[in-house]
T-cell receptor, first 117, second 117 residues
Framework: GAGVSQTPSNKVTEKGKYVELRCDPI?????LYWYRQSLGQGPEFLIY????????DSGLPNDRFFAVRPEGSVSTLKIQRTERGDSAVYLC???FGQGGEGYDGYTFGSGTRLTVV | AQSVTQPDIHITVSEGASLELRCNYS??????LFWYVQSPGQGLQLLLK??????LVQGIKGFEAEFKRSQSSFNLRKPSVHWSDAAEYFC???????????????FGTGTRLQVTL
């Protein structure tokens, strides 16, 4: 697609429920990232995919968080047993390759605002 | 420790005045440096980037930034601010920062710019 698409744009869920957040990256972008942005904070890294595999998941806060990218394109961030502290904007970004001359950084989606009540 | 710092949480300037937003980084090598802007309810948009070469880089919307190795800074500037520039601005460093095995973007906490008419 023309840009990074994230759905839904807003999600309200009850504490303890399971949620899935979807990210559709720019076509051809091999790298995909998930970030979490809490109110008044900068985005914080969660997980990075290169192709289908999670190359770095060091930012996932605990084992309630999981993400997949089975075909190397669309990714889903899954949160089990949601807690009120999970409320944040979840941002997805994609890029073509990693670093090097001409590297353009990431293209971000508009995010999914998750509210746990 | 490797980090990105934006010392100013909130800045207010009058329309037409000049602007400088501060960013300091701590990183072992010369990093890739970025400035992003985020308008309310929007994703992050890339303003400019620095990899190497000329330390003064030009970006979109009339913004520029200067890399100063001796000061570990990458401050964002604009000669004349427009009301539409009101937004949140994030400095980011691309590299191996924190835990994990992959280079990634690490963001500062952001500076909120308010423009008065």
């Amino acid at each position: 697609g023309a840009g990074v698409s994230q759905t839904p744009s807003n999600k309200v869920t009850e504490k303890g429920k399971y949620v899935e957040l979807r990210c559709d990256p720019i076509s051809g972008h091999t790298a995909l990232y998930w970030y979490r942005q809490s109110l008044g904070q900068g985005p914080e890294f969660l997980i990075y995919f290169q192709g289908t595999g999670a190359a770095d998941d060091s930012g996932l806060p605990n084992d309630r968080f999981f993400a997949v990218r089975p075909e190397g394109s669309v990714s889903t961030l899954k949160i089990q047993r949601t807690e009120r502290g999970d409320s944040a904007v979840y941002l997805c970004a994609s890029s073509f390759g990693q670093g090097g001359e001409g590297y353009d950084g990431y293209t971000f989606g508009s995010g999914t605002r998750l509210t746990v009540v | 420790a490797q980090s990105v710092t934006q010392p100013d949480i909130h800045i207010t300037v009058s329309e037409g005045a000049s602007l400088e937003l501060r960013c300091n980084y701590s990183y072992g090598a010369t990093p890739y440096l970025f400035w992003y802007v985020q308008s309310p309810g929007q994703g992050l948009q890339l303003l400019l980037k620095y990899f190497s070469g000329d330390t003064l880089v030009q970006g979109i919307k009339g913004f520029e930034a200067e890399f100063k190795r001796s000061q570990s800074s990458f401050n964002l500037r604009k000669p004349s601010v427009h009301w539409s520039d009101a937004a949140e601005y994030f400095c980011a460093v691309y590299g191996f920062i924190g835990t994990g095995t992959a280079s990634k973007l690490t963001f500062g906490t952001g500076t909120r710019l308010q423009v008065t008419l």
